[in-house]
């Protein structure tokens, strides 16, 4: 009996001490959760100009074809490729000897019809005063006369052919129409070069300062910037010149994103806008005195194409899109979360345009959206500059 009692025993002093501990556990309160901290950005307006960039590539602002204007065999290069060249320099000549025969040929004809008009000269000398006696009849006159005059007329066609014949010969020698920077050789020594043949190109000379930059612009583009082109005319007209705060040079941006420090023009439009790319061309020059741009590399220029006055900039991490809907999380007074409702306009850099749901001096959260929740209480705290981006191109405080 006492073997079975001692058991029982032992799990009842079991089952109480788990009881007494399972009791202690609730009567414990659970530990109150943490408050969020969220970085915030208080909005602010400020005067922005929006940047229009546009893609294209560096050229000539003078371009220069070298061509050969007569057909031959290559004689000599006289520079080297991928220099400059000062303008009337020697670039290429061609074989002459076929040119200077061409010129030997054509004097010889000259001097054969000298020779016949000295011939027909002499004979209407001897005929006319005859022909003032009647020794001879007026017939023969009007036949030394005739002869003179075709005789005239082939010396006259001697000496043009003559001249062609020189002129050809002077086409041998090819010299730089202007100073610039020369490309490749399209042909090399002892190749036979003919307008029939590419159309005789040899080469490009290309004026590189200033440099031009050639573009598209959409259509829609184009109407932005030709009416803000037309409130600089008439800031020109009001006041005599456009004021400094209209000015608005252009700017380059190179192929690994470094912005050139010369600013440009622009310089030409286009007549009319492309019916199949519905894009217009621009040329704008910019400085080029070190040599550094050259014909073809790519190329972004970008100009201010509109200024929005009191415009509402927010770091595009705080705007979040649902279903085309973008909303941002408004962090009130007594540091609750309400969730708003926002129309963004054009980006910025870094940044949206809003432009109606926010007012000036409103805390937005930029951190944490995924985790807020309308109506949760958060413990604010202004964001740093490592959790923001960097401040957008042409913005400035106003």
């Keep these: ?74 004689d000599g290069i006289h520079f080297k490729e991928g220099t400059f060249v000062d303008k009337g320099a020697l670039l290429y000549t061609i074989d002459p000897q076929p040119f200077q025969a061409k010129v030997a040929q054509a004097n010889a004809l000259l001097a054969q019809a000298r020779t016949s008009l000295v011939k027909t000269k002499s004979d209407l000398d001897r005929i006319r005063p005859l022909a003032a006696m009647n020794a001879v009849s007026k017939l023969d006159l009007d036949a030394a006369v005739a002869n003179y005059e075709a005789a005239r007329s082939y010396v006259d066609a001697a000496m043009a052919q003559v001249e062609l014949a020189r002129i050809e010969l002077g086409y041998t020698r090819i010299h730089a129409p202007e100073r610039g920077l020369i490309g490749l050789s399209e042909a090399e020594v002892g190749d036979f070069v003919s307008q029939r ?82 894009a217009l061309t621009i040329e704008a020059e910019f400085p080029n005195p070190q040599g550094l741009l050259r014909p073809g590399m790519f190329a972004r220029i970008r100009f201010d194409a509109d200024e929005i006055k009191g415009a509402i900039l927010l770091p595009q991490r705080a705007v979040s899109e649902l279903q085309s809907v973008h909303r941002v999380f408004v962090i009130k007074a007594d540091d609750t979360v309400e969730v708003r409702q926002v129309q963004v306009g054009q980006r910025l850099g870094s940044d949206w345009v809003i432009e109606s749901g926010l007012q000036p001096g409103e805390r937005v959260a930029v951190a944490s959206l995924l985790r807020l929740r309308p109506g949760m209480t958060v413990k604010p705290r202004p964001a740093d500059a490592s959790e923001l981006p960097p401040v957008a191109e042409g913005g400035k405080n106003g």
């Design 197 to 278: 043949n590419n159309g005789g190109l040899l080469n490009v000379v290309s004026r590189t300062d200033p440099i031009a930059v050639r573009v598209s612009i959409t259509e829609r583009s184009y109407l932005n910037a030709a009416r803000r082109l037309a409130d600089q005319q008439q800031g020109r007209a009001a006041n005599g010149a456009i004021p400094a705060s209209q000015q608005r040079p252009l700017s380059l941006i190179l192929a690994d994103a470094s912005l050139y420090e010369q600013r440009g023009v622009p310089t030409k439009v286009d007549r009319n806008i492309d019916p199949t790319t519905g």
């Design 1 to 74: 009996m006492a073997k079975t009692t001692q058991p029982l025993l032992i799990f009842g002093m079991t089952l109480a001490l788990v009881q007494t501990l399972l009791g202690g556990c609730d009567s414990k309160e659970p530990p109150a959760a943490a408050v969020l901290e969220v970085p915030f950005v208080t909005v602010a307006a400020r005067d922005v100009s929006i940047p229009l960039d546009l893609i294209g590539e560096t050229i000539g602002s003078t371009d220069v074809t070298i061509r050969a204007r007569v057909d031959g065999f290559l």
